[in-house]
């Protein structure tokens, strides 16, 4: 079943929703795409995915949701993000139906905190997002359980020569544009500014933009310069032939997840095997996507009218759509972000990292 429906929060746009606005000025032809104080007890953020993760093989997992016909379900996503392109190819390529599911895709364009009260309330079954987009809400409460990392890369620091910020230290007492005030690509920056001994608080200004115009904020000298998310970060780096500064696949972040798979904590609790199936499938799908890029990009172009498949296909190449840990390395993922996100001040003081992740994660595929 592939019925779509469009869900935007009432109240205004979220960081979601502003990637559709004006979006048909910003699909164009393009070539090549361009490229802290802790107990001794932690481990640092660094040394603890220094040796990163043997990812478990989906293929290998028997996680097929019982009964004699296909168990129904709703999975919310977002056209406008090519990170949620694996449940598209879930759908097309048949993975859903490999684990006896029949899935019914919701385009949520919405904020994060209303996407997770879906999930939580029941409304929607699972969902893909930014992992650094739905810690803050997870941390109060909601009742989401993180079954799988989906992939790694997506977030990109965009600036232009005259500028001169060349690292993320040239970020301190400068004006950055971002698509939301929490939005997961300012938490991503922030967690770096503290790395930099840089108070993402006090020593940065961040101004709040839709996403199409983070670069017509850039050009009027508004900002010096701005992060999002592929695919409209790396369209309008390559159309304005900006700089790109870091991105989440950067340095210690090489081996980090960036977006993940959340399943409303009845479902995980009361029927185990159909969260295992759905989180088989989708891990099964990014397996695809990371051999079949070109592929994946024509199959996602289907349903968004953000980028072309020539536009996203070199970006779904630079992501890590292989790595997609579960269990206690996903727990570890969680654990480190949390602690960064503490660091930063977006987490409370008062929360523990290795809490948080034992909490909010839900290993589904042990055996």
């Known amino acids: 079943m592939d019925e779509r429906q469009d869900v935007r929060r009432a109240e205004g746009p979220g960081r979601r929703t502003l990637l559709g606005f004006g979006v048909a000025t910003i699909v164009v032809p393009l070539g090549a795409m361009a490229q802290v104080v802790r107990r001794p007890s932690q481990p640092s953020p660094t040394d603890a995915l220094a040796d990163p993760p043997i990812c478990r093989v989906a293929g290998e997992v028997e996680a097929i949701a019982p009964g004699s016909t296909p168990r129904k379900l709703t999975i919310t996503w977002n056209t406008s993000a090519v990170c949620n392109v694996g449940v598209a190819v879930a759908d097309a390529q048949g993975f859903f139906a490999k684990r006896n599911l029949e899935v019914e895709k919701i385009n949520f364009a919405g904020a994060t ?21 739905w810690m803050k809400p997870l941390e109060q409460g909601f009742d989401v359980k993180l079954t799988a ?13 005259a500028s001169g910020i060349t690292s993320v ?6 004006v950055i544009g971002v698509t939301s005030m929490a939005g997961p690509d300012k938490n991503f920056m922030s967690i770096l500014a503290v790395k930099q001994g840089i108070d993402p608080v006090k020593d940065i200004e961040w101004r709040a933009y839709p996403a199409d115009l983070l670069g017509v904020a850039l050009q009027k000298r508004e900002i010096h310069a701005f992060s999002g998310a592929d695919p409209i ?10 700089v790109e500064v870091t991105n989440n696949l950067s340095g210690e972040f090489a081996h980090r997840t960036c977006c993940v798979l959340g399943i409303k904590g009845k479902l995980v609790r009361e029927e185990r095997p159909v969260a295992a199936a759905v989180t088989a499938a989708l891990m099964d799908a990014q ?8 592929e994946a990009a024509a199959i ?29 390395d996903l727990k570890k993922e969680i654990a480190l972000y949390a602690q960064e996100l503490r660091q930063a001040s977006v987490f409370k003081p008062s929360t523990d990292p290795a809490r948080f992740a034992e909490r909010v994660c839900a290993d589904v595929l042990a055996t």
């Not at 230290?169 to 400068?174: D, N, P, T, V, W």
């Not at 695809?288 to 070109?294: G, Q, R, S, T, Y």
């Open 300 to 328: 996602f172009a289907g349903f968004t009218k953000v980028a072309s498949a020539g536009q996203m296909a070199p970006m779904l190449r630079s992501h890590t759509h292989h790595h997609h840990p579960v269990g206690s």
């Open 233 to 242: 970060v790396s369209i309008l780096r390559d159309r304005d032939q900006l």
């Open 149 to 161: 990392a989906i992939h790694g890369g997506c977030i990109r620091l965009i600036t232009n020569r």
């Open 287 to 294: 397996d695809w996507v990371a051999k079949n890029p070109d």
């Open 169 to 174: 230290a040239g970020l301190k007492g400068r």
């Open 113 to 133: 905190d209303q996407l997770l009260e879906l999930l939580a309330s029941g409304k929607a079954d699972a969902g893909v997002g930014m992992a650094l987009g």
